[in-house]
């Protein structure tokens, strides 16, 4: 295996922290827990309100620290918002909050790599990322449907602990 430098191996632990919020984010954990709220008509909302965060995004888009931070910090967010408490509302604000802060992050990550290593390896470093992103975001997603399953998977509580899971299992 070829000897990487500090920042291409930085480079993939972001991939790593991308995709395991992407798998559990985004397609698994927040769709079913979104639906548990009593108040919630239509689980199509969801692409909704993905859209606007998307729409956020190409609006603001100014500073890589600023969207990971805000990533980091609304999907933690999003584990204190039971569906007891009613709030779907709250719950949206943090997620359009966390995938602006995905989204944001990513489009400086992706530029980053011209500076991270030279062109003769930028297709290996970008392959190394995206394998190593896939297999890390398995570990941690692995965990949480352990502990969703363990903990009932129609109680909200095993979802919120699979919020924060994603946190540390990705590229902390």
Known sequence: MMKLSREEKSWILVDCGNSAYSMAVTTAL????????????????????NSIASILVAVLSPF????????????ASLAFIPPSSGQWQLLILFFILSAIGFAGSNIFY????????SDERMDKISSL???F?????VIPFGISLVLIF???M????????GFIIQLYGGDS
């Open 30 to 49: 927040l769709p079913i827990m979104f639906g548990m709220f009593d108040n919630v008509r239509y689980s199509m909302d969801l692409g909704y309100f």
């Open 64 to 75: 890589f620290v600023f969207f990971t931070c805000l990533g980091v910090l609304a999907t």
């Open 110 to 117: 992706d530029a980053f790599i011209v500076d991270v290593t």
């Open 129 to 131: 990322g995206f394998a």
């Open 133 to 137: 992103g896939y297999i890390s975001s």
């Open 150 to 152: 363990l903990m009932g």
């Open 154 to 161: 129609d109680k909200s509580i095993g979802y919120q602990i």
